[in-house]
C-alpha cells in the first residue's frame, strides 16, 4: 500500500498515537507523518504509507494555516491552558478590535521565534521539554518563521474574569510555535497570555475538510475502499514542474545520471521526472548548465 492519507488528527492524541495505530489498522509499518501535532490540538496531519514516506519533507515544507484561541490575561508554564498557571493579571478594560491588529500587524512577516521550554526541539541530545520537567534551565535556539497571515476572527472582553478572548486565524511557514505566537501577541498589548485551544485547518497541501479520522480510515479498510482515499506520491510534488522521460533518459535516470539543461523542459531550477507517467525522481539544476538527482523515487 503505497500514498498519502490526510489524517484528522483528535485532540488527545500524539502524532506518534496516529502513526501506531495506522500501523495496526493498515498492517505495515512503513509509515510516517509530516508535521508533529501537540496532543491539545487537533486538525490536519498527513500519513504518508509504502513509498510515500520518501516524500513526507516534501510535504512538510508546504505552509501550515491555524484557528485558535488567545486569552489574555493569565500565563501558564507551557503558554497553553495544559500547564500549571505561573502569572495573572486583569484586563480592566477590553482590548479593542484596533489594538488587536496592530499587534497583529507586528508579528506578521519573517519574526524570531525561541521555541518553548515545552517543546520537542532538541538541545544538547535532550529535548525541552525533559529540561523543562526536570526544573532545568537551558539556552533556547532561536529560529526564523514566516507569519504570512495573522487575522482577527473575534474578539471578545470577559468582564466577570476581567481576560480577553482573541480568536484567530494564521498562515505560518514550517515550524513555527502558534501558542509562542499568541503570547508574544498578548505581551504586545501588556497582559500575559495562553492559548486555550487550536485547530490546523491546513498542512501539506490538505485541507479538514478532505480529512478522514482513525475509524474513517478503518471502515475502509474493513470495506475495501482504503485506495480511493489514497492520495498518490505526486500530490506531494504538484508545486514543482514535471518532465516526461524517453527510454534513453530513464536508462540514464535509473543510475543516477545526470541530465543536460538543454534535455529537460520546463528547465526549472527543479523539475520532477516522470517515466511512464509515473514519478521517479525530484532533480536540480546545478551551475553548470546540467540537471542532477535530488532525491529518487524509484528505479524500477
Known amino acids: 500500500m503505497d500514498g498519502i492519507i490526510p489524517l484528522y488528527k483528535e485532540r488527545g492524541m500524539t502524532s506518534f498515537d496516529c502513526v501506531s495505530r495506522l500501523r495496526r489498522i493498515l498492517k505495515t509499518k512503513k509509515i510516517g507523518h509530516s508535521g508533529t501535532l501537540d496532543p491539545s490540538v487537533d486538525g490536519v496531519l498527513p500519513i504518508c504509507v509504502g513509498s510515500a514516506t520518501k516524500v513526507v519533507e516534501y510535504l512538510m515544507q508546504s505552509g501550515k494555516v491555524y484557528q485558535g484561541e488567545l486569552v489574555i490575561g493569565r500565563a501558564t508554564e507551557t503558554e497553553d491552558f495544559d500547564g500549571e498557571v505561573i ?95 499568541v503570547v508574544d501577541l498578548a505581551r504586545l498589548l501588556g497582559y500575559p497570555g495562553a492559548m486555550k485551544w487550536l485547530t490546523r485547518l491546513e498542512s501539506g497541501g490538505f485541507s479538514i475538510d478532505q480529512t478522514l479520522s482513525l475509524t474513517d480510515v478503518q471502515d475502509a479498510v474493513a470495506s475495501q475502499t482504503i485506495n480511493r482515499y489514497l492520495y498518490p506520491l505526486d500530490y506531494a510534488l504538484k508545486d514543482y514542474p514535471t518532465f516526461e522521460l524517453s527510454d534513453k533518459q530513464w536508462k540514464a535516470v535509473q543510475n543516477g545520471g545526470w541530465l543536460r539543461e538543454d534535455e529537460v523542459k520546463p528547465a526549472d531550477e527543479a523539475v520532477v521526472l516522470k517515466y511512464d507517467g509515473a514519478v521517479k525522481a525530484l532533480y536540480h539544476r546545478t551551475p553548470d548548465h546540467h540537471f542532477k538527482p535530488t532525491k529518487m523515487f524509484s528505479v524500477k
Open 87 to 181: 502569572e495573572r493579571a486583569a484586563v480592566d478594560q477590553a482590548v479593542t478590535d484596533d489594538q488587536v491588529k496592530a499587534a497583529m500587524a507586528k508579528l506578521t512577516g519573517e519574526i524570531t521565534q525561541i521555541p518553548p521550554m515545552y517543546s520537542a526541539v532538541k538541545v544538547k541530545g535532550k529535548r525541552l521539554y525533559e529540561y523543562a520537567r526536570a526544573g532545568e534551565k537551558v539556552e533556547r535556539p532561536r529560529r526564523q518563521v514566516t507569519i504570512k497571515q495573522f487575522d482577527l476572527l473575534r474578539n471578545q472582553y470577559d468582564a466577570e474574569n476581567k481576560e480577553q478572548h482573541v480568536f484567530f486565524k494564521v498562515a505560518c511557514t514550517k515550524g513555527t510555535y502558534v501558542r509562542t505566537l
